[in-house]
Structure formats: structure tokens, C-alpha cells
């Protein structure tokens, strides 16, 4: 009597490969539009609400900066994971969790687009945390 054996996939590893990857996307594009976000600040745009007396008042140029910097790392973290490196699994949940601060305290200048990519980077997290790490 023959024996088959079937070479299935290892789904873990395939459901593990599938989030890394929704996290990448996800972080990919929240950090480019966070990027824009900065470059909008930085330019002093019109989009932006004046919001006299909230606690958490910055100038609206070093809030740009502050943006456009977390955008960048944000990209390029969002790469690392592309590459599935654990470096970038790290630091993804690390600059997804700076930029959840970030927009939370921005949300009086931009409602819609804080909350839009504070729920965007809550995603990140959850799919970077669920994932096993690879033996």
C-alpha cells in the first residue's frame, strides 16, 4: 500500500506573511499621508483649524517638522517590513504607536484625518503584534 503525503502550505506562516504584510501597506500609506500632512503644516496651509485654547498648542511650522519626520520613518520602517525584517516589526509597532500620540494631540487641527490614521495605526499594531515570530 502507497503512502502520499500532501505538501500542504504552513498556513501559520502564510497568515503570518499575509498581516506583515497588510502592516506594511497600511503603514506605508499613513506614513505618506502623514508626510503630506507635514508638508501642509509646513507650507501653513488653510486646511488647519485654529484652535485658540487647547492645551496642546504648537506652532503650526514646528508641527509640520514634527509630522514630516515621523511620515519619513514611517516609510522606510514600512519597507523593512516589505523585506520581512524583525528589525522593522520592532519599530513598526514602536512609530505606529509614536504617530497614535501624535495625531491624537493633532486632532483639534484636523479631526477627521487624526482619527482616520490613528484607527489606520491601531491596525498596524494589531497585525504586527498578532503575528508569531518565525523560528
Do not use: K
Not at 499575509?18 to 501642509?40: E, H, P
Not at 511650522?61 to 522593522?88: D, M
Amino acid at each position: 500500500m502507497a503512502t502520499t503525503t500532501h505538501n500542504q502550505p504552513d498556513t501559520a506562516r502564510t497568515a503570518a506573511g499575509g498581516l506583515t504584510t497588510f502592516a506594511a501597506v497600511l503603514l506605508f500609506i499613513a506614513g505618506v499621508l502623514d508626510l503630506l500632512r507635514g508638508i501642509m503644516a509646513i507650507a501653513e496651509d488653510d486646511v488647519y483649524v485654529s484652535t485658540p485654547n487647547y492645551i496642546f498648542q504648537f506652532d503650526l511650522t514646528g508641527w509640520g517638522w514634527i509630522q514630516l519626520a515621523l511620515g519619513v520613518v514611517a516609510v522606510l520602517v514600512s519597507l523593512g517590513l516589505f523585506a520581512r525584517a524583525t528589525w522593522a516589526r520592532i519599530l513598526g509597532v514602536a512609530i505606529a504607536g509614536l504617530l497614535i500620540i501624535a495625531n491624537f494631540l493633532s486632532i483639534p487641527y484636523y479631526p477627521f484625518w487624526s482619527l482616520t490614521l490613528i484607527a489606520l495605526y491601531a491596525f498596524v499594531i494589531w497585525a504586527l503584534c498578532v503575528v508569531q515570530r518565525e523560528p
